[in-house]
């Protein structure tokens, strides 16, 4: 049990510290994208939220808290999908068996 738990926090420690002789490996500077605050904007819904992202815009907008950050507009969120709102698109087009069915009373 011992031999298993120590095995574990050191692969911990290997993926947090990286180590070579001794000494700490940090990341390569410059080749990261920059990770910030983004605000995302359901052009459908107008649904807005907060989030974490390397994506920027100049566009702006004011969030909740009283700051402004960079906004992303998306077409769909959980706010406006279908099977996060559970409403589905009414389509006038009708499926397979409904086209069929018309085509055969045409025929008629």
Same mark, same amino acid.
């Given at each position: 049990?011992?031999?298993?738990?120590?095995? !574990?926090?050191? @692969? !911990? $420690?290997?993926?947090?510290?990286?180590? /070579? %002789?001794? =000494?700490?490996?940090?990341?390569? $500077?410059?080749? /990261?994208?920059?990770? /910030?605050?983004? +605000?995302?904007?359901? *052009? &459908?819904?107008?649904? %807005?939220? +907060?989030?974490?992202? &390397? @994506?920027?815009?100049? $566009?702006?907008?004011?969030? $909740?808290?009283?700051?402004?950050?960079?906004? !992303?507009?998306?077409?769909?969120?959980?706010?406006? /999908?279908?099977?996060?709102?559970? %409403?589905?698109?009414?389509?006038?087009?009708?499926?397979? *068996?409904?086209?069929?069915? =018309?085509?055969?009373?045409?025929?008629?």
């Amino acid at each position: 049990m011992t031999l298993i738990m120590i095995f !574990i926090y050191v @692969k !911990i $420690e290997l993926f947090v510290n990286i180590t /070579h %002789k001794g =000494q700490v490996i940090s990341m390569r $500077e410059g080749i /990261h994208p920059v990770y /910030h605050q983004v +605000l995302f904007f359901d *052009v &459908t819904s107008g649904y %807005k939220f +907060l989030s974490g992202s &390397t @994506k920027s815009s100049n $566009e702006k907008m004011e969030w $909740e808290d009283g700051n402004s950050y960079p906004v !992303i507009r998306v077409d769909t969120s959980s706010a406006s /999908h279908p099977f996060y709102t559970g %409403k589905q698109r009414i389509s006038e087009r009708g499926g397979r *068996v409904d086209r069929f069915n =018309q085509r055969v009373q045409q025929k008629k």
